[in-house]
């Protein structure tokens, strides 16, 4: 996101909802990694009353890339979890895909079957954007979910992390930290997803903007594909170029496993760490204290748990009760959260397995 989203919000499904979120969302495309298991909140009844309460019945096709990557696996499992908490609710999910050409005959079908509501997680915003569009020409909303398509003709509402404030949470604590510390001109490092892509580049922005209040810099910075074996590959080339190393932001936890591998097999442990996402294997790694991971800013999978109860409100002609408006907003940006071990065991339960 270019704007930083207010970080005041309402409740929605266990994720914030930002106060200034009716504004246009980030594209995000996080690429795969090894196979992993998801983990998810337990299938529980959704509460009576209010919207919650049962209403016409509705099916909702979902369609989202393969699961093998810990964030798209939890991404599956929640939407799934969420929508057997509705008896009003018929979850019609296609068969998950990297395949561009694959998923958009999937969307087809889900047209085809005359959905009352479409959540859609594309592997690319782009090339899905006509399918979309297909969708929403049709009559069926669709909740582009995370990965946004470029023509807001093609979505009825947006949902999804702030990459921008994913930055600036992560430059927040290592600015603050190292100015406690009193440390000057500090060697701080940046170990990035895929570099060419929007969300990563949005990320860089905020952290090199939070650093900026502080009046430190990014002295190097190096993309690792999201990929266990890059993020050993690139923390390993890294601490070998930088014999003293002050902090270092990993933006994704998944590859971070890799980055803290390659961190116990070099023996280095004279800087702190910061992670991104929030995956329940950095949250215990912060919580045992046992290693240079201190924290780690969420872009929570959460947001697919939000995006089925989206698709219901709409499906059914319902807003949001917490709002005095009478529809769902067109665009809801999920605030970026700062966790360390002061608070770990509250977002615990919500972290995804690497």
């Excluded at 297909?134 to 990459?163: C, E, H, M």
């Excluded at 907003?329 to 397995?353: C, H, M, R």
């Amino acid at each position: 996101m270019a704007e930083n989203v207010a970080r005041r919000g309402f409740l929605l499904g266990g994720a914030v909802i930002g106060a200034g979120a009716l504004v246009a969302g980030c594209t995000s495309n996080e690429p795969a990694a090894a196979p992993v298991a998801a983990s998810a909140p337990a299938a529980a009844p959704a509460p009576t009353g209010g919207n919650e309460a049962p209403g016409t019945k509705v099916v909702i096709g979902f369609s989202a890339p393969a699961a093998d990557h810990g964030w798209i696996a939890a991404i599956a499992k929640n939407a799934e979890t969420e929508a057997k908490k509705y008896s009003d609710v018929e979850f019609k999910p296609v068969e998950p895909t990297n395949d561009i050409n694959a998923q958009i005959s999937a969307v087809e079908s889900l047209i085809a079957a005359k959905v009352a509501a479409l959540v859609i997680l594309p592997n690319d915003g782009q090339q899905l954007n006509q399918i979309a569009r297909q969708a929403s020409d049709a009559g069926i909303p669709v909740i582009n979910l995370d990965r946004v398509f470029p023509d807001k003709l093609s979505y009825r509402t947006w949902i999804g992390g702030d990459n921008y404030g994913m930055g600036v949470a992560a430059g927040t604590y290592i600015g603050n930290k190292l100015k406690e510390k009193g440390v000057a001109n500090p060697v701080i490092l940046e170990i990035q997803g895929i570099a060419t892509l929007p969300l990563t580049q949005d990320r860089s922005k905020g952290f090199e903007d939070a650093l900026k209040t502080f009046g430190f810099t990014v002295t190097a910075k190096q993309d690792a594909q999201f990929t266990v074996e890059s993020g050993t590959k690139v923390a390993s080339n890294l601490m070998q170029a930088h014999k003293k190393i002050d902090a270092i932001w990993n933006h994704d936890d998944d590859q971070g496993i890799g980055v803290l591998a390659a961190i116990k097999e070099a023996n280095r442990s004279e800087f702190f760490m910061v992670g991104g996402a929030g995956s329940a294997n950095a949250m215990r790694d912060i919580q045992a204290g046992n290693s240079v991971l201190e924290a780690t800013v969420t872009y929570s999978p959460t947001m697919a748990s939000s995006a089925i109860k989206l698709a219901r409100l709409i499906a059914q002609g319902k807003g949001m009760s917490d709002l005095v408006e009478n529809q769902v907003p067109q665009s809801i940006t999920l605030a970026s959260e700062t966790i360390t071990k002061d608070n770990v065991d509250k977002y615990l339960p919500l972290g995804f397995e690497s």
